[in-house]
């Protein structure tokens, strides 16, 4: 019994001081690395953080803790509101832009809505829709359960902001010729216009 004993006891020491090494992998002369603790952004900071290296500004006034609205600087003059916003329930990022402009009094919807859904099928990123108060709008939805690289973000970001650039005038078009928002005196002095002359 005492041998069986006296011979536990070195193999008991050699698997405790393997232990005690694993610990420890500092080497001799060196002090032991200690994790850094992990930051947690809130929402609005890791937008304001990403949103740095596009150019963008936030309008402070318009956003929340779930929502950002921003302005990117439109290279042909004005601005382009893109709106950010973080829908925790579902786990989604949604980017909005809207200002396109209202299909409310359109004369011919159809072509209104056959135009934005070529223009879907055309696009790399995102859809333009109708809301419930008939406004036009462009979004794309991707999920929030991982976190979204700066490169990933500043890609989708710009890459919305130029097709929102470029479509804007040919909805602003199509709308303004189908509209039927014009009061009576702005029609009866078209009417009244005199012909241009040859």
Known sequence: MKKSLIAAIPIALVVLGSQVLAQDPATPGQEPKVPRPVVRLSFTERMKQYLQRTGATIDEAKSSSEMVVTNYPDPKGGKITVVIVNDRRKNLLGFYIYNFGN??????????????????????????????????????????????THQTFETLYTTMAAVARERKPEIRQLLAGNKDEKGPEVKKAAEEKPPEKD
Request: proline letters at 0%; hydrophobic letters at 35%; a negative charge.
């Open 103 to 148: 299909v409310k009094n359109v004369t011919n919807k159809e072509e209104i809505y056959k135009y934005l859904l070529s223009t879907n099928d055309a696009i790399t990123i995102g859809s333009f829709f109708v809301d419930g108060e008939e406004d036009i709008g462009y979004k794309y939805m991707v999920s929030s359960a991982q976190a979204m």
